[in-house]
């Protein structure tokens, strides 16, 4: 039975060692191993053993039960994991759902153009941080140049790696009424959604304004505008969300289950 | 007359017996789609199977009361009645179960929303028809046995006459009390059918949503819910079977009214300077039959065209489409019908204003405030207007103001209508009297076969998306179906809105009729006047008691489905705990845990509400007298009305409001908006689906128990015996 090393990046950075297949431990991870569980979960499939993690224990610990059940899960670590792993190793990163359905998304390449200049950028971009730290930021700054700077040792408040999506901007009303289906980015937060931007636009200097410093529960996958970035300073990984049309034909069920269709 | 009436009735069943023969004839699909749907029938058969053996133990009971005290007519009629609208109601609901699973598989043949929308309307043009043709056909059988076989409709028969077991002081005319008793028979299926399946669809489709949608995420019609065979069921059996009962007992309603209010016309004016003449009073007799048959055969062509011609991918249009063509021919048809039927009488000496058009007038003017009514309706029930749009948009301050404002659109809902009732009553009085009024009735509910038709498409739409989503087939048949779902939530908001009308209208013929009734003897005295004393204190008593009914009956009903509701949430949740295997799909749910819940809820919660409505008026009669039912009538009549336009106005706005959130507005599925909608709609559903609907046949069953009662009590009650002492 293959052992499979998965990275949860959110809503808690670990580092998890399992038999079970990407599917059975979304499934498992998100509503079945608690009673009544329901929690969405992203993660990442990590190739190869790399970085400081007790890999000798993980391959004595994982291992079928004695009835021939696949072990689930073994926690290698709860903190300060992405830092720690070689990009090169990230394979397919995984949104689960509340209820247990998962859409892998595919990993083309490090560094390509995606993550420094998306073809509809203009000029503000919305981030949500996904790890490890988790609030919702905007800025001027196109997603690898801002996770660039995120991770740059030479910005006071910066982080080693930084995972995130970019997020879809609704800041009128007018323009929610043509079917964007902005979420919880609706009202309430919309008016200060958009000082935010006003402020990042006024202070180019200023690489990113924070618009709420959580937004965990709040955050929704049908959110997400063109994927999920990686950045390590100026390395960069960049898994593309599909688009709506792909999404209806090839994920139709999970996309019912994220709430998009 | 009769030629038509069996013309209309072969031609309705026909035509019913071939769509569902058509119906049958589609492929059902694959295996599982086949299984889902097997076991949506097996749940829907067995609720209806144990909700018809309860039934028949109250049916049991009333037919020998009303053997006893009135008539072994009666009796009989009654047992008509209510053989036709179970039957109605069974073959509309057979016929759904069986074309769900036909329409998600014409979808998934196919993907053409034109070629699904013709098997999902065959299926519910099944019900339809069925209504029409068995509403028609037992009055048929009623009239024709007892009226005229037996002579009861003979003039010399038209008089006051004493109970069969001489019971003193009993006395009514015979033919009346026949009538009524039919109507009583599918009154109280009726309201079985529409108490019991509307808890049963509302406790599961809450249990679904609450614990499923809500708590686990999970999208509407996942296999993974445990609710989701139980949330189908319902639909069948509340959407389909309770509104088909419903809508025949409206019908009946109708009909009756007009019947009952000539016959004691007759009895009433036969002493005066001007008595009705046999023949007038055949023909006005006759008039609403012939009206209802005409009516019958033109929802025959109007649906027949439809079925044979290709339907084009915009369903509201078609629907729309056959509704306008059924009710035009029906205007056109009666039209000549009134023309030949009264040539040559002397409408004036009957109370017409306007000549041999006078009746005929009166139900084109039913048929006209049936439509504007319905427009109304769909103007605060559906999102392509601001009233809802305003639900929606209140939405986005939370829960409470969407709430507070779903509660607003329901109460502005509720003049709209009333002022057209108002007018057309008016109208029609001036036209043709309270027969006039009856009539108007009839006319807003003429083309009834069409209407139910064109509502019971909806659930099985609905029913076909769910089976789709159970069985997983491709988006493109989700959204086939979604589209035709969509479409019937409005059409059935605006079948509300006819049955609420006609009902306010039957129940004032009624009304006229208990006064009739009520006077007995002395309503063939040349000063008998019809009139009801507001000022009496027994009356106005009555008049606020009877406000204050609707309320208790609603808020019973409510209880009843928050009740099953809970237990359904219970499970859900137990199921999931339990067993968290069917979450990630590797554990088959217990559905059939989870619709014998409904099951058992809708059971044991529909006889408070279904008896309220048949003793309350006995209760209240047999203590304060005749006066204070007159004014219990009134009031319950006219806040039943209220509070029914009430209901399902802001249950439609607050349903929508959500969808229209959904389509993308306000931050679509997932905002805050939407959640506040959710709960809006949660609160909404049991008004809307359970209350507003069992509201129009409390009214007509508290009417028809009365008029069969009236004379009982207005001689026998303890009132009366009191006040003797004291006098």
């Known amino acids: ?261 | 007359m009769n030629v038509w009436l069996i013309a209309a009735v072969v031609a309705a069943l026909g035509l019913a017996w071939v769509n569902f023969r058509i119906v049958c004839g589609q492929q059902p699909g694959t295996d599982k789609m086949q299984a889902i749907a097997k076991a949506i029938q097996e749940g829907a058969d067995a609720f209806l199977r144990l909700q018809y053996r309860k039934i028949a133990v109250i049916a049991v009971l009333i037919l020998l009361v009303l053997a006893v005290v009135v008539s072994w007519q009666a009796a009989v009629a009654f047992v008509i009645g209510a053989s036709m609208s179970a039957t109605a109601g069974w073959i509309g609901m057979k016929t759904a179960t069986l074309a769900n699973v036909r329409v998600a598989n014409k979808a998934r043949e196919t993907e053409s929303l034109g070629e699904t929308l013709k098997v999902a309307f065959l299926g519910g043009s099944v019900m339809g028809l069925a209504v029409g043709g068995f509403a028609l056909l037992g009055l048929g059988v009623v009239v024709y046995v007892f009226g005229h076989l037996m002579g009861q409709m003979r003039p010399e028969m038209l008089t006051v006459h004493g109970n069969w077991l001489g019971i003193p002081g009993i006395r009514d005319i015979p033919f009346t009390m026949t009538v009524s008793g039919y109507a009583l028979g599918c009154s109280i299926i009726a309201m079985f059918n529409r108490v019991g399946g509307g808890i049963y669809t509302k406790a599961a489709d809450m249990g679904a949503d609450l614990v499923g949608k809500m708590e686990a995420g999970i999208p509407e019609d996942d296999p993974r819910n445990p609710a989701t065979i139980a949330d189908n069921v319902g639909d069948n059996v509340g959407d389909v079977a309770g509104l088909g009962s419903d809508l025949l007992e409206s019908y009946v309603g109708a009909m009756i009214s007009a019947l009952v209010l000539v016959s004691c016309q007759f009895f009433s004016r036969a002493q005066s300077a001007s008595p009705m003449t046999a023949m007038q009073l055949e023909k006005l007799i006759a008039y609403p039959l012939l009206f209802g048959a005409l009516g019958l055969l033109s929802c025959v062509v109007g649906i027949t065209t439809m079925l044979v011609r290709k339907m084009s991918n915009r369903p509201h249009r078609e629907l729309n489409g056959v509704t306008m063509l059924s009710a035009v021919l029906t205007i056109v048809f009666t039209g000549i019908a009134g023309r030949v039927f009264f040539s040559g009488e002397d409408m004036a000496s009957m109370g017409f204003s306007v000549g041999w058009m006078s009746p005929w007038a009166c139900a084109v003017l039913g048929i006209l405030a049936g439509i504007v009514i319905g427009k109304i309706a769909e103007y605060y029930t559906s999102f392509d207007f601001r009233p809802t749009k305003a639900v929606a948009e209140a939405s986005r301050e939370g829960a409470a103001l969407t709430i507070t404002q779903g509660m607003a659109c329901g109460m502005n809902s509720v003049i709209g209508p009333v002022l057209v009732l108002g007018t057309t009553i008016i109208l029609a009085h001036t036209f043709g009297g309270l027969y006039g009024v009856a009539m108007a009735a009839i006319g807003m509910l003429s083309f009834v076969t069409v209407t139910v038709s064109v509502d019971t498409y909806g659930p099985i739409a609905d029913n076909a998306g769910g089976i789709s989503e159970m069985a997983q087939l491709n988006h493109h048949v989700r959204e086939i179906t979604d589209n035709l779902d969509a479409v019937g939530n409005t059409t059935a908001a605006i079948g509300k809105g006819f049955a609420i009308g006609s009902a306010a209208l039957a129940a004032l013929s009624l009304f006229a009729s208990y006064i009739y009734a009520q006077a007995g003897d002395r309503a063939a005295a040349p000063d008998f006047s019809l009139i009801l004393n507001m000022i009496n204190t027994l009356t106005l008593s009555g008049a606020v008691v009877g406000a204050g009914l609707p309320y208790l009956f609603s808020g019973i009903l409510i209880e009843a489905v928050a009740k099953a509701a809970r237990r359904m949430v219970q499970e859900v949740r137990e199921q999931f705990a339990r067993n968290p295997g069917i979450m990630t799909g590797e554990v088959l749910p217990n559905y059939r845990q989870c619709v014998e819940i409904s099951s058992a809820g809708a059971l044991r919660e529909m006889k408070i509400p279904a008896l309220i409505a048949v003793l309350s008026p006995l209760v209240f009669g047999f203590i304060f007298g005749a006066e204070f039912v007159g004014g219990l009538l009134i009031g319950t009549t006219l806040s039943a009305i209220m509070l029914a336009l009430y209901t399902a106005n802001a249950g439609g706005a607050w349903d929508n409001g959500k969808k229209y959130i959904e389509s993308g507005h306000f931050g679509g599925k997932g905002s805050e908006a939407h959640k506040a909608a959710v709960i809006g709609d949660t609160v909404g559903d049991p008004l809307k689906d359970t209350v507003g609907p069992s509201l129009d046949i409390l009214i007509k069953i508290m009417s028809v128990v009365s008029l069969i009662s009236v004379s009982i009590f207005a001689k026998y009650n303890i009132y009366d015996w009191l006040t003797s002492f004291m006098r």
């Open chain 1, 1 to 261: 039975m293959q052992t499979n090393l998965y990275l949860t990046v959110f809503p808690m950075e670990a580092l998890i060692a399992s038999q079970l297949s990407p599917e059975a431990f979304a499934a498992y991870m998100s509503v079945g191993a608690r009673k009544g569980s329901a929690e969405a979960l992203i993660f990442i499939c990590i190739n190869k053993e790399n970085g400081p993690f007790c890999w000798e224990e993980a391959r004595q610990k994982c291992v079928p039960h004695a009835d021939g059940r696949p072990k689930r899960s073994f926690y290698l670590s709860i903190h300060r994991v992405l830092e720690n792993l070689d990009l090169e190793t990230m394979g397919d990163l995984y949104l689960v759902t509340r209820d247990g359905r998962c859409l892998a998304l595919q990993r083309p390449g490090i560094g390509g153009g995606e993550c420094q200049m998306p073809e509809d950028w203009d000029g503000i971009g919305l981030y949500k941080e996904l790890c490890p730290v988790h609030p919702l930021v905007v800025s001027c700054r196109p997603p690898g140049d801002f996770g660039a700077y995120m991770t740059s040792p030479d910005n006071r408040v910066s982080v080693p790696s930084l995972l995130f999506a970019d997020l879809r901007i609704v800041t009128t009303p007018e323009q929610s009424q043509v079917g964007s289906r902005v979420g919880t980015l609706f009202d309430r937060r919309m008016e200060h959604l958009k000082s935010c931007i006003e402020e990042v636009q006024q202070r180019r200097d200023k690489g990113a304004k924070i618009v709420d410093r959580s937004y965990a529960s709040r955050f929704s996958y049908g959110l997400i505008k063109n994927g999920v970035y990686l950045c390590r300073g100026q390395q960069c990984l960049f898994w593309p969300m599909p688009s709506r049309d792909i999404l209806k034909e090839t994920a139709y069920d999970w996309g019912r289950s994220a709430e998009i269709f």
